[in-house]
């Protein structure tokens, strides 16, 4: 005789706090990038202003889409992702950003440095997050992948040869 499994007893790998810890410290990192990101994109003004301008929507968007990948990882392993604004103020390591009007080459330097601090916490976490998860060690190594490429692409901006 067999036994019927319910649905109260599926469930699959769920995630230990040392890993939601991880993915959560990641999340409000991309939200604030994403964040900051808007509001460079709203101030920015000088020289090339149009390519910057249209290269910082690039990365709001790669930032919220990488967040919400995240957030539904952390989902998929039953933890419980906070994305309210007053989590993310308190707990990103990014700096904050600057009011008011800036230039291309000042939002240039901002940016690119949110940038590296977003993939710092991602290495940061990595080692911890991979002997834990391998299958969400590949999302972070995509991200780093394409936020790396979007910080050389704004960087460029600035550059003299």
Do not use: C
């Not at 249209?54 to 933890?79: K, N, P, S």
């Not at 419980?80 to 990103?92: E, F, K, L, M, N």
């Amino acid at each position: 005789m067999s036994t019927r499994r319910t649905e109260t007893d599926i469930q699959g790998y769920q995630a230990p706090t040392a890993l939601s810890d991880s993915l959560q410290r990641v999340l409000v990192d991309l939200i604030e990038l994403a964040l900051q990101g808007k509001q460079a994109h709203w101030n920015v003004v000088g020289t090339n202003f149009r390519d910057l301008h249209l290269q910082l929507d690039e990365l709001v968007d790669f930032a919220r889409e990488g967040g919400d990948t995240i957030a539904e990882r952390m989902r998929a392993l039953d933890a419980v992702p906070d994305g309210r604004s007053d989590t993310v103020a308190g707990a990103t390591t990014l700096p904050e950003f600057p009011a008011y009007e800036r230039s291309t080459a000042d939002v240039v330097e901002l940016i690119t440095t949110r940038i590296y601090a977003v993939v710092d916490t991602m290495r940061g976490v990595h080692d911890s997050v991979d002997a834990e998860d391998p299958s969400t060690a590949d999302i972070l190594h995509q991200l780093i992948d394409g936020l790396e490429k979007l910080a050389w692409l704004i960087k460029s901006e600035n550059r003299k040869v």
